[in-house]
């Protein structure tokens, strides 16, 4: 066995160019060698850890947006009550309507 042959399949792309990844391939997939880094194995590890990431930060982003649409439900319905509104059950029901929630 070569060299070439059992370096890692994968290319990297720096300078515009793509080039062979250079790194040792030591594990051996579907008949191709991998570095520690191009494994499918790492490479889904890796993929697994960011979406991870990206679904807690997506979960942060949507309690943040309920909060800026409750509080500007809150608002309108304590300047409708201010302004003298006198159905305060009616307007607690639209309000959670507005939120998505039927009940509070
Ligand atoms: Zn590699």
Known sequence: M?????????A????????????KGKLAEDGKFYCGVHSPDAVQKRQAKRDASYAALRTKWEAEARHR????????A???????HNDPHGLAAKTLAILGESKP
């Open 69 to 76: 649409r409750f509080a500007a439900a809150a608002e309108a």
């Open 78 to 84: 304590i300047r409708e009550i201010a302004a003298g």
């Open 2 to 10: 070569t060299a070439a042959e059992s370096s890692c399949c994968k």
């Open 12 to 23: 990297v792309f720096s300078g515009w160019r793509n080039y062979p990844c250079g790194r």
